[in-house]
């Protein structure tokens, strides 16, 4: 959990997940539900505590003027002392009176709110009026901002943009440090790292910002046909070969095809290390993390976020209880985080919805926070998709050449070459994956087994060798359909362009 920090309250009012509202707490005062508790008979408690709060500081709220904010979780009903604890939680009334009084910003993540009578933040004449006239307006047109910022509020980012993790070497913490200096979250990628490399990125990171996230491969297994797997590593000998000249590697040291690995990416120990040490924000791609999982990061202190590609998975993973969705359409870099890759085949892109139509399906089917991702380039996008219903923008392929990632020389090449298209294919990993068309998908797009991670630890090799050879026709060159927008220069400039004058 991030470390405490107190704030003070003209009026706080706390709800539980889905908006109720759970107390309203306001100078001599204290009203408190648990959640799950029944009101008293007769009793809406919503509408008591905006009445309460309408007396006390003479606004006049609606209910939907009311943000949902986070889960309650310690009990607080009957101190003396007026001293709630609590955590993640958003606060709205305080927020603003703060903000106007010159007083604190208010805090992303809530360890502990300690009351402090309204007298002594100003004289109360000045501050009703202040309150009534001033900020009632304020707050409704922070409405609409604030549904943005459920999440990325909390985490105390400020720009609508998220770097977005990206496993084999483009996520860097150089790069999640440089979102965060801009403002904007990054996530550092566990995929394919040890959880001890993961713990020193995580150090690495915790040195200059807590604000950072954390990505997981789920466990999601897609095993390989063993009979689809030999015939592939038949298929790949030639290629394989390829390198030894280009390398000058001898006989007895020429790329090797492996046997068939399976694992689940070290899930256990990885999630293990996040409960241990969790970092503000924990996403999954590639499955539904398990609910028990979801649950220990959570009361560890962490946020969590589901990929999800369709509206199934987004129920699916708002029931399981995380805290936020990213939707993720084909037309994002890298590996696709659908559940079902066994369902793909190489004409479905052009059956898939596209991201703004399936934001705004996932938009009708779940309140949850949602952050979009799928091919996003340019500024105007990222306005779009906020106005489609997304709290942010999840941008990968734009970042790829900026000097803070740690992109394969040879791929960040291939990016300026624009002659080229992108594709969808199982070719490198045995998962559906968006990368620039070169040799090597032209070659074995067709024929390529599904089966994840075994196809990825059999091309490994000979896409290692690619690299040190710095042959991109050999390389898994992800992309994103947006790629063409990705450009030198740093991090943070990156990320600020494409927020245009938005801000959380
Ligand atoms: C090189 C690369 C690696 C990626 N690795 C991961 C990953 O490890 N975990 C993940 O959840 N998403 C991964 N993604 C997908 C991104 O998180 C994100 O959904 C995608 O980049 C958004 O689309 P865009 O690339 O068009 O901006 C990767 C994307 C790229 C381009």
């Not at 908006?19 to 029944?38: E, H, N, Y």
């Not at 009026?129 to 304020?138: F, H, R």
């Amino acid at each position: 959990m991030s470390e405490s920090k107190i704030i003070r309250v003209a009026a706080l009012v706390l709800s539980d997940s889905e908006g109720r509202v759970l107390t309203v707490r306001k100078q001599g005062t204290s009203r408190f539900m648990q959640p799950g508790g029944k009101p008293e008979p007769g009793e809406n408690p919503a509408e008591t505590a905006l009445r309460e709060v309408h007396e006390e500081v003479g606004l006049q709220l609606q209910p939907e003027q009311l943000i949902p904010m986070g889960e309650f979780s310690a009990p607080a009903a009957n101190e003396p002392d007026h001293t709630v604890v609590c955590h993640n939680f958003r606060v709205t009334f305080d927020a603003v009176a703060d903000d106007l009084l010159g007083q604190l910003r208010p805090a992303a993540e809530i360890a502990e709110i300690r009351w402090i009578p309204l007298e002594q933040l100003r004289p109360a004449e000045d501050v009703a009026p202040l309150l009534s006239e001033q900020v009632a307006p304020w707050l409704r047109a922070e409405r609409s901002r604030a549904a943005r910022q459920q999440l990325l509020g909390q985490l105390g980012a400020q720009l609508p943009v998220v770097a977005a993790p990206m496993a084999g070497g483009p996520s860097t913490p150089e790069l999640v440090i440089a979102a965060a200096q801009a403002g904007a979250l990054g996530f550092l990628a566990a995929g394919y790292r040890s959880p001890e490399q993961l713990a020193q990125q995580i150090q690495a990171v915790r040195q200059q910002t807590s604000l950072f996230g954390v990505n997981l491969f789920a466990p999601h297994p897609v095993p390989v046909d063993r009979e689809e797997f030999t015939s592939y590593a038949e298929q790949l000998t030639d290629w394989a070969q390829r390198y030894e000249s280009l390398t000058g590697t001898e006989e007895d040291d020429q790329v090797k095809l492996p046997e068939p690995r399976e694992d689940d990416d070290a899930w256990a120990a990885k999630v293990q290390l996040l409960v241990e040490n969790p970092p503000p924000v924990v996403s999954f791609t590639f499955g539904l993390a398990p609910a028990q999982d979801i649950r220990r990061l959570q009361q560890a202190g962490a946020l969590t976020v589901q990929t999800v590609t369709s509206v199934d998975e987004a129920l699916a993973a708002t029931e399981a209880g995380v805290d936020g969705l990213i939707v993720q359409s084909h037309e994002a870099g890298g590996h696709s985080g659908t559940w079902s890759p066994q369902e793909w085949s190489p004409q479905m892109p052009s059956t898939q919805p596209g991201l703004f139509q399936l934001l705004s399906q996932v938009r009708a089917a779940t309140d949850l926070p949602l952050w979009g991702a799928g091919g996003i380039g340019t500024a105007e996008q990222v306005k779009d998709l906020l106005h489609t219903g997304a709290e942010a923008a999840v941008v990968g392929t734009v970042l790829l050449r900026s000097d803070e990632s740690g992109t394969q020389p040879a791929h960040q090449q291939a990016l300026t070459q624009l002659h080229r298209e992108t594709v969808v294919t199982t070719a490198f990993s045995g998962r559906p994956a968006r990368a620039l068309v070169n040799d090597f998908t032209e070659r074995f797009t067709a024929s390529a087994p599904l089966g994840f991670p075994a196809v990825h630890y059999l091309t490994s090799p000979m896409r290692q060798a690619a690299a040190a050879a710095g042959d991109p026709e050999g390389l898994n060159l992800w992309a994103g359909t947006g790629w063409r927008h990705a450009r030198p220069g740093p991090a943070a400039e990156i990320l600020r362009d494409l927020s245009g004058q938005l801000s959380l």
